[in-house]
């Protein structure tokens, strides 16, 4: 049997992305729309003594096109805090003005292609500052969210589970260092879901500029690490929403 690849895990993950039932939010009488604001207010409120404490980070984009209107991203230090936080929002008057249009569980990861020899050393990782940076992210809320899911292809003629170790840390390094080139011009994060969600992975692309986006995964297609072996799901994009300008997304 190949080695399997040996990980570190940091925060849960839920992207969690919702429709705006426009007809039931013009229906809505200015009061029922007061209050449903000043309870998805409330709700954002609470994310920033979380975030202070360092047990989680909360972003918040609209999702340009129809697949979902905004996705609200969390990184909590368990399963448990996610769904707490799900709950709560259903809870709260705004949620019965959405509808659920898709989500995504899963965990950041950092594997030893890329742990810098920390995944399995018997080490703490979270003592060395740039690994637990790494493994319990501060989302940066740029101006841009990309997220996608993906798996490694097991087809019989390219199969990724059935190279030795050696090579696929050969393939990483290599597909590493096209990600390294748009340092400082995107931030990426990526979740483990294997045994957590439909894919094996998600990633999540944070820019400024949002044809950084396009630049980045265009170059990477033809790396043999994507080329050959990735498989990927649908790509959300958007943009970033503060308490404001969520607020005036939602004004009639």
Same mark, same amino acid.
């Given at each position: 049997?190949?080695?399997a ?5 940091g925060?849960?993950?839920?992207h969690d992305?919702?429709s705006l039932?426009?007809? @039931?939010?013009?229906a ?5 729309r007061?209050?449903?604001? &000043?309870?998805?207010?409330?709700f954002?409120?609470e994310w920033?003594?979380v975030?202070e404490?360092? &047990?989680?980070s909360?972003a ?5 096109g129809?697949k979902a209107d ?8 368990s399963l448990e805090a996610? #769904?707490q936080l &799900?709950?709560?929002f259903n809870?709260?008057?705004?949620a019965?003005y959405t ?5 995504y ?5 950092l ?6 020899g920390?995944?399995?050393?018997g080490?703490d990782?979270m003592?060395?500052p740039?690994?637990a940076?790494?493994?319990?992210p501060v989302?940066?809320q740029t ?13 019989l003629a390219?199969?990724?589970?059935m190279?030795?170790?050696e090579k696929?840390?050969?393939l990483?390094y290599s597909?590493g ?7 400082g ?12 969600d439909?894919?094996e ?7 400024e500029? @949002?044809?950084q986006?396009k630049?980045l ?6 790396d &043999?690490v994507?080329?050959r072996?990735?498989?990927f ?5 958007? #943009?970033?929403?503060t308490p404001?300008?969520?607020e005036e997304?939602?004004?009639?």
């Amino acid at each position: 049997m190949n080695e399997a690849a040996l990980t570190l895990e940091g925060w849960y993950a839920l992207h969690d992305f919702r429709s705006l039932n426009w007809t @039931a939010w013009t229906a809505a009488d200015d009061e029922e729309r007061a209050v449903a604001l &000043e309870e998805l207010h409330a709700f954002m409120q609470e994310w920033g003594p979380v975030e202070e404490a360092k &047990e989680g980070s909360t972003a918040v984009y609209s999702i340009v096109g129809q697949k979902a209107d905004f996705v609200m991203m969390f990184l909590r230090e368990s399963l448990e805090a996610l #769904n707490q936080l &799900e709950t709560a929002f259903n809870k709260i008057a705004f949620a019965q003005y959405t509808t659920k249009s898709y989500s995504y569980v899963s965990i950041v990861e950092l594997s030893n292609y890329a742990a810098g020899g920390n995944a399995g050393d018997g080490s703490d990782p979270m003592q060395n500052p740039h690994v637990a940076a790494r493994l319990k992210p501060v989302l940066p809320q740029t101006k841009h969210i990309c997220f996608y899911p993906m798996n490694k292809k097991r087809e019989l003629a390219d199969n990724w589970y059935m190279l030795d170790m050696e090579k696929r840390r050969e393939l990483m390094y290599s597909h590493g260092l096209i990600g390294r080139g748009y340092a400082g011009k995107v931030k990426q994060i990526i979740t483990g879901s294997v045994g957590f969600d439909d894919w094996e992975w998600g990633v999540t692309l944070f820019a400024e500029d @949002a044809l950084q986006f396009k630049k980045l995964v265009y170059e990477m297609r033809f790396d &043999e690490v994507s080329a050959r072996y990735g498989e990927f799901g649908p790509f959300y994009v958007g #943009n970033l929403l503060t308490p404001d300008t969520f607020e005036e997304l939602l004004k009639l």
